[in-house]
């Protein structure tokens, strides 16, 4: 690390790199990396198999110690890690599955001719969040991957079934807290330690249709960090933007911010993101949410994209805007003749080729032009080239902000 890295750098950055450089003082470990975005620390070991320390809870404790600290720690970890190994059987690591959700932006990429295997197991949950599975050990966590599959002789499907399953318990436990209600209500369910997975109930069929029809109420989860949740219960539309700005500030706030939007269920008891009509006392606030999570998401796996790993097409980003009047949006632009992965943003800048600039809401263009995903990126990219014929470049600008 360079003299000005070491001195001006992040503290949290700093502390990743201590820990990376103790992690790869161990015998048994072949090689490591700190992901500073995901503020964690992979390794491998010599002989077979992968882990990670997650870093939010090792530098909260470590906070204002002295390296000494740390380096217990660290060691204590590394230990239980080295020493304790998954179930090799699926009938010893069943009973072991919990779900979790994380940031879509840190999935893999399933790109055509990537050979590597042991790539963690995840499918789409919600726009911008994917549901992964962990096997919960007394000492470790470790993230289910593909190798693991193979190990156990069992699908994806498999394990995320036995995952919810084990959440059952847990599930009807949490339900009895909830009892009718005429006033608005917030309960707070923490999970400092990572060790109760109750930020993993909206994950659970009925769960959360549970709590409406126990209430009453169309319950709003708020899950703004990876850890822990907040249930509100039936706040009034000027009640509502209040809880948005909790959510914006913890989740801001957060070592490792999930989402700063608000969920609920839709009328067949799924979970769903919150929305209200333009006009509502809540939508600035929620257009805000949406695209700060949105510009995040698309940014880092924009990053991915572009770091010599995605060469074949352009690779479009996605801005976070602020209009004159406050109101905030995301924007993308889509060059004419240019082979671009596209994401999805509430609004497009078509450039064409005299150097015309025109802005069209993502509804209006998905409208007049064949959008499709392709296929392997999450959140979604629309592979598109040449711009629509003259008649449609028309009707577009004629749509055009």
Same mark, same amino acid.
């Not at 994917?130 to 470790?142: G, K, Q, R, S």
């Given at each position: 690390m360079s003299f000005l890295g070491g001195v001006f750098g992040s503290a949290r950055n700093r502390f990743g790199e201590k820990v990376l450089a103790q992690v790869l003082g161990y015998e048994g470990i072949d090689s490591a990396e700190?992901?500073?975005?995901?503020?964690?620390? $992979?390794? $491998?070991? $010599?002989?077979?198999?992968?882990g990670k320390l997650m870093l939010d809870t090792l530098y909260k404790r470590c906070q204002g110690q002295p390296d000494a600290e740390r380096q217990r720690r660290v060691d204590d970890l590394m230990g239980e890690y080295l020493t304790e190994s998954a179930p090799d059987t699926w009938d010893a690591v069943a009973g072991r599955l919990r779900p979790v959700l994380r940031g879509s932006e840190r999935s893999r990429i399933e790109l055509e001719g990537f050979e590597g295997r042991d790539v963690m197991v995840w499918r789409p949950a919600?726009?911008?969040?994917?549901?992964?599975?962990?096997?919960?050990?007394?000492?470790?966590?470790?993230f289910v991957n593909t190798l693991d599959l193979e190990r156990w002789g069992v699908d994806a499907e498999q394990v995320f079934r036995a995952a919810h399953v084990n959440m059952a318990g847990l599930a009807m436990n949490t339900l009895a807290a909830f009892e009718p209600t005429t006033t608005t209500r917030v309960l707070e369910f923490a999970d400092d330690d990572g060790e109760s997975y109750v930020g993993s109930l909206p994950l659970v069929a009925g769960w959360l249709a549970g709590v409406a029809t126990r209430t009453g109420t169309r319950p709003i989860v708020l899950m703004p960090g990876h850890l822990g949740m907040f249930v509100v219960l039936d706040p009034s539309d000027e009640q509502l933007p209040a809880f948005l700005e909790m959510a914006a500030n913890k989740y801001d706030e957060a070592l490792r911010p999930l989402t700063p939007l608000p969920y609920t269920v839709d009328a067949e008891g799924d979970l769903v993101p919150l929305q209200v009509p333009q006009g509502h006392p809540a939508w600035s606030a929620l257009r805000s949410a949406e695209a700060q999570l949105a510009a995040h998401a698309y940014r880092i796996q924009t990053e991915y994209l572009r770091a010599d790993r995605y060469r074949e097409e352009a690779v479009s980003e996605v801005m976070h805007v602020r209009a004159p009047d406050g109101t905030e949006h995301t924007m993308t632009p889509w060059t004419d003749g240019v082979p671009t992965l596209l994401p999805h943003a509430h609004f497009v800048c078509l450039v064409t080729m005299t150097g015309e600039v025109f802005r069209v809401a993502w509804e209006d263009v998905a409208a007049h032009v064949s959008l499709t995903p392709a296929p392997g990126f999450d959140p979604p990219r629309y592979r598109v080239e040449d711009h629509p014929p003259a008649a449609v470049m028309d009707r577009l600008r004629a749509l055009s902000y």
């Open positions: 700190f992901d500073a975005a995901a503020f964690e620390v $992979r390794f $491998r070991f $010599r002989e077979s198999g992968h919600l726009p911008y969040l994917i549901e992964l599975v962990v096997i919960d050990m007394p000492a470790t966590m470790h």
